[in-house]
């Protein structure tokens, strides 16, 4: 049986996406640090440990990759770049949103391609469309920007072999991290993380078997 993926599995909206394919039968494969191993082991999955695609892959041996959800990623800020004393976040940034995309895409792509079948969601930021909202964290904003451009040329590459890539964009997503840094904010205008992973379980779907290359906004009311 052809397995689902899903990196960042640990996290709020990679626990969210995990259930809701588990939920629907699909078989699910989770990813994340090793450091994560405890929480992973609190949600159904086959696998529940790995530090790359490719040792996932490894483990997985004889079992296809058709569908997966690149949840993995980070957020670092709250500095204007004129005031960055140095490439910390920076670099941060780009291992943490773009490197997991490109070496996941690297990982999963060949196969999929092999077989002509395979469904791939990275998730991006409604600072690709509106950076002006990404004051005070231009290296995430460009390292979000990164990871769509990056997902968007590869759907063009291999949509004639069956294979589709999607981005989700959302602004703020409502998890206790986010609550507990922004006290102050209106919580029920972010969205939540079962939304979102909804709109990812629908992507890698067959009912979405014609969209390929889109950045879906999930805004919100943020």
């Known amino acids: 049986m052809p397995l689902a993926l899903v990196t960042g599995a640990a996290g709020a909206l990679g626990g969210d996406v995990a259930r809701a394919l588990a ?3 699909d078989s699910v494969a989770l990813l994340d640090r090793p450091e994560s191993r405890a929480r992973l082991d609190a949600l ?3 696998i529940a440990h790995g530090a790359t695609v490719h040792v996932a892959l490894d483990e997985l041996r004889g079992r296809p990759i058709e569908l997966a959800a690149l949840v993995a990623g980070g957020w670092a800020g709250g500095t204007p770049l004129y005031e960055a004393k140095d490439d910390t976040a920076y670099r941060a940034m780009m291992e943490s949103n773009v490197d997991t995309v490109y070496f996941a895409l690297r990982a999963l792509l060949p196969g999929m391609v092999a077989r002509k079948r395979g469904s791939i969601v990275i998730v991006g930021s409604r600072n690709v469309e509106r950076p002006w ?3 005070g964290s231009a290296a995430y904003t460009a390292s979000k920007h990164a990871a ?3 997902a968007q ?3 063009a590459e291999v949509v004639e072999y069956g294979v589709r890539i999607n981005a989700i964009m ?3 997503m409502d998890t206790r991290a986010n609550r507990a840094s922004m006290p102050k904010a209106d919580f029920t205008k ?3 993380t079962a939304s979102a992973a909804g709109v990812i379980a629908f992507l890698l779907s067959d009912a979405a078997r014609d969209v390929s290359g889109a950045a879906i906004p999930i805004y919100g009311r943020a």
């Open 133 to 135: 909202t990404g004051k």
């Open 170 to 172: 959302p602004s703020t």
């Open 148 to 150: 769509v451009a990056l």
């Open 153 to 155: 040329t590869a759907a």
């Open 190 to 192: 972010w969205v939540t």
């Open 44 to 46: 159904a999955a086959e």
């Open 23 to 25: 939920q629907r039968g």
